[in-house]
């Protein structure tokens, strides 16, 4: 998926188109309307890598669910991966996916952690450190979404429930992990740009945090157990809570608490105690990190600051 990406979209195509692995793979290029000379490096690829590059140009904007929708209804693959236009794959990654999802039939589906770039394409780190893991249902539910989206590849047979209204990669995953576990490769095969232009993360975080609330809500209740549904929606609220500490937009907090406590099957007091324990957790990490980070300063040692920590 690609709009006004020119600086990024050679370096995300020649990285798939240029992977070293045993299978057939076509690559569908969703470019939404682009204005700024985004389809020019696209068609100048086509002519190099010929017919495993399809380019189809939106004549309008459709927005990036509808670009997704249209991208996945034409795949006709037995896997699928989704790669954002500002992102990028490192060598080796698709081999060691398509070898994961093989050797394990009820593994739905297989993401890697990713190092974290700015616009220019500089280091800043890397995505996550959940490591070599296997994520279930309530797993995911309980932690929250710490999973690179342009690192996934999954069987095309568990991707079709899902499509339908506006929704964002939590909620997609979601749904993969109801139909068998999520593997995850600790070691970083993808490159994520940080807050690039164009990041609805960046432009539009409260419509973000609408569809991050429907896509918890989206699990049927009768497959997750009260536990996991109640840490949950708390992981959300810590979240909430954070964002508003930083925005000191103390309304955020008091609008979504409504909504969770509403809701949550523990009741208020034990709500508000998994809460604080959340918070407690968080702010362990983030000052465990900060001693470790000065630590390799003075040791002269790097230490990758890690985007979504769990």
């Not at 309307?33 to 985004?38: A, N």
């Not at 974290?116 to 797993?139: I, P, S």
């Not at 590849?153 to 209204?165: D, I, K, S, V």
Request: glycine share 10%.
């Amino acid at each position: 998926m690609t709009y006004n990406q020119r600086a990024y979209i050679e370096t995300c195509l020649r990285s798939i188109l240029d992977q070293m692995v045993d299978a057939d793979v076509r690559v569908l290029v969703g470019d939404d309307g682009s204005t700024d000379g985004t389809g020019d490096s696209i068609r100048a690829l086509v002519a190099e890598y010929g017919p495993r590059l399809v380019h189809l140009r939106r004549e309008r904007n459709l927005g990036p669910f509808a670009n997704l929708l249209d991208l996945l209804l034409r795949a006709e693959g037995e896997f699928i991966a989704r790669v954002d236009g500002d992102d990028y794959w490192l060598p080796g990654k698709l081999a060691r996916q398509l070898a994961y999802l093989r050797r394990y039939p009820d593994c739905s589906a297989v993401y890697t952690s990713a190092l974290t770039v700015d616009e220019r394409g500089r280091a800043l780190g890397v995505f996550n450190d959940l490591g070599d893991a296997k994520l279930d249902l309530a797993t995911l539910l309980r932690r929250g979404n710490a999973l690179n989206n342009s690192s996934v590849l999954y069987r095309a047979c568990h991707g079709t429930g899902w499509q339908a209204g506006e929704q964002i990669d939590y909620q997609i995953h979601l749904w993969l992990a109801r139909h068998g576990w999520l593997g995850h490769i600790g070691e970083p095969l993808a490159g994520y740009r940080v807050n690039t232009q164009g990041s609805l993360v960046l432009s539009a975080n409260e419509r973000v945090r609408t569809l991050y609330w429907q896509a918890i809500q989206s699990v049927p209740r009768a497959l997750v157990r009260d536990a996991d549904y109640a840490r949950g929606i708390t992981d959300f609220l810590r979240r909430v809570c954070l964002r508003a500490a930083r925005t000191r937009d103390w309304s955020l907090l008091r609008r979504w608490a409504g909504v969770v406590y509403a809701i949550s099957p523990y009741g208020a007091l034990r709500t508000s105690l998994l809460l604080a324990a959340n918070l407690v957790r968080t702010l362990g990490r983030l000052v465990l990190a900060h001693l470790g980070r000065a630590l390799g300063r003075a040791t002269g040692r790097r230490v990758p600051a890690v985007l979504y920590p769990h």
